[in-house]
């Protein structure tokens, strides 16, 4: 159980255009979801905290109109990457909490801007 | 944002041989995870711990939730080459929602 799925899994665009990674629970119902975005050789950072139904929250530092994230039913949520640059290329890695504190995370979306 | 101090940040070890890294914060948590992440993918959960003082393994795998819950630890007996990857720790401070904060991490590789 608690499988997340993220789609897709590797994408290139040109600079300028918008692109939309989708996290989803396969086999269970996620009030709330994370992403978060990973560099080379570092951690996890979060970026934004996606509820079900209403506004995410985002961390200091991270652009909500640069990053727009929607929770609009309990096994999807998305981001969109919006006017990429090449500085928006990472490892863009979803999770679902599934109990207490516990959260299951997607494969990842390879995200490369030219 | 905050992140946990890890140790060692790698290590490279025989096969057969045990593991042991930690995690250590300044605030006070009250989760801590293991999760262990390779190449191009997303981390796995390995171990959860909940309660200061508790002692969780899961097969070959062993942490434990530090007394002052300011740290936790994960050993690894008996290495195997599968056990490369990269070992994130992660925690939960009171009061922040469900929100983790993750650790450096520590990059595990295996000889045989």
Redesign the interface.
């Known amino acids: 159980g608690a499988v997340v799925s993220q789609h897709p899994s590797r994408v290139i665009c040109k600079s300028g255009t918008s692109v939309k990674i989708e996290c989803r629970s396969l086999d269970f119902q996620a009030t709330t979801m994370f992403w978060y975005r990973q560099f080379p050789k570092q951690s996890l950072m979060l970026m934004a905290t996606s509820n079900e139904g209403s506004k995410a929250t985002y961390e200091q530092g991270v652009e909500k109109d640069k990053f727009l994230i929607n929770h609009a039913s309990l096994t999807l949520s998305t981001l969109t990457v919006t006017s990429a640059h090449p500085e928006d290329s990472s490892f863009y890695i979803c999770s679902a909490r599934v109990r207490k504190n516990e959260q299951y995370f997607g494969p990842g979306t390879r995200l490369t801007v030219t | 944002?905050q992140?946990l101090n890890q140790s060692p940040q790698s290590m490279f070890i025989q096969e057969g041989e045990d593991v042991s890294m930690n995690c250590t914060s300044s605030s006070i948590f009250?989760?801590w995870?293991w999760?262990k992440q390779d190449p191009?993918?997303?981390?796995?959960?390995l171990i959860?711990l909940?309660k200061a003082g508790e002692l969780t393994s899961n097969g070959r795998l062993t942490a434990q939730f530090g007394i002052t819950r300011k740290d936790s630890f994960l050993n690894i007996s008996a290495s195997i080459p599968s056990d490369v990857g990269i070992y994130?720790c992660?925690g939960?401070e009171t009061g922040t929602?469900?929100?983790?904060?993750?650790?450096?991490?520590t990059r595990l590789q295996v000889t045989l």
């Open positions: 944002g992140q009250n989760t995870l999760y191009g993918e997303g981390p796995v959960l959860a909940y994130f992660a939960q929602a469900s929100k983790l904060t993750f650790g450096t991490g």
